[in-house]
Nanobody, 123 residues
Framework: QVQLVDSGGGLVQAGVSLRLSCTAS????????MGWFRQAPGKEREFVAG????????YYGDSVKGRCTISRDNAKNTVYLQMSSLKPEDTAIYYC????????????????WGQGTQVTVSS
């Protein structure tokens, strides 16, 4: 049974940092490209970051470039999203996702999803 478990969200003040984690079971993340997406109330799902299974290469959405780092620890079967300089507009539910092949910005192309972790940034 495949599960992606997201964690690390919370209520924080603007300007601080958070590290989100996504631990997989039932699949080996070394064989998958992994992505982070977010969705705020009333808004469309947005690509945040991705890391490919191969080389690896990393990719970032325009809204978070320079403020986020995606990484993974294959030994722990875990992918991370390190976020800094958080802004109120970063408030959203953050989801990790997995797919075989290339990193893609469309969430519809991903096969597995975590349950999401809430990030709320207060001003």
């Amino acid at each position: 049974q495949v599960q992606l478990v997201d964690s690390g969200g919370g209520l924080v003040q603007a300007g601080v940092s958070l590290r989100l984690s996504c631990t997989a079971s039932g699949l080996t993340i070394a064989h998958y490209s992994m992505g982070w997406f977010r969705q705020a109330p009333g808004k469309e799902r947005e690509f945040v970051a991705g890391i490919s299974w191969g080389e690896p290469s990393t990719y970032y959405g325009d809204s978070v470039k320079g403020r986020c780092t995606i990484s993974r620890d294959n030994a722990k079967n875990t992918v991370y999203l390190q976020m800094s300089s958080l802004k109120p507009e970063d408030t959203a539910i953050y989801y990790c996702a997995a797919r075989r092949g290339y990193v893609l910005v469309s969430g519809s192309e991903y096969d597995y999803w975590g349950q999401g972790t809430q990030v709320t940034v207060s001003s």
